[in-house]
């Protein structure tokens, strides 16, 4: 079978399967009539397969920009969400801070901290008195200009690194900043 074969049976299954789920609207926005649902319908399995050896479509592909570029963004987006989450259970996030960023339920946070060998080694050690005031200066200003009470997980992870204070800690604390700002 080639490309175009391969094109025209996945659409075909996917109308069958509208039919059999009764997705009419969805069939009508294809362009499919009364009689090429009918003639769809009445397609037998050895019918597909003499499709399969079609070399050319009769098909007008278009494309909706708007929403395929949409979409396009959401995939990227929750790849970037997914490779954030990583980078923070990599750096010992607390499940709080998992939770309230993604959503991660309690299973997910175990496996995800299994997988990268993460271990347990109790709490981190408190910071400085001059750490401590460096993190308090650096999260009020994140926190500060938009007004939100939490930042974005690459934030996090900067101000750790930029302070040498455990992620644990800095989420703890701009949680602090979060309540005594409000």
């Known amino acids: 079978m080639d490309k175009a074969g391969d094109f025209v049976v996945a659409l075909v299954i ?3 399967r509208c039919i059999e789920d009764g997705e009419m609207d969805a069939l009508a926005r294809m362009g499919f009539g009364p009689s090429e649902v009918a003639a769809l319908a009445s397609l037998t399995f050895g019918d597909l397969k003499r499709i399969e050896r079609l070399r050319s479509h009769h098909l007008d592909i278009k494309i ?49 901290r299994q997988v990268f060998g993460v271990s347990s080694v109790g709490r981190p050690r408190e910071p400085t008195d001059a750490q401590a005031a460096d993190l308090w200066q650096l999260l009020e200003q994140r926190l500060r200009p938009s007004h939100s009470h939490t930042l974005a997980p690459a934030d996090y ?26």
């Open 157 to 182: 992870l900067a101000i750790s690194a930029q302070t040498g204070i455990a992620l644990r800690t800095v989420w703890r604390e701009s949680k602090r900043v979060t309540r005594e700002n409000v």
């Open 14 to 16: 996917y109308a069958m």
């Open 64 to 112: 909706d920009r708007e929403a395929f570029n949409g979409a396009i963004s959401r995939i990227r987006a929750d790849g970037l969400s997914t490779e954030s989450e990583h980078a923070l259970i990599r750096a010992d996030a607390p499940f709080d801070m998992m939770r309230r960023l993604f959503g991660t339920t309690q299973r997910t946070y175990t496996k995800l």
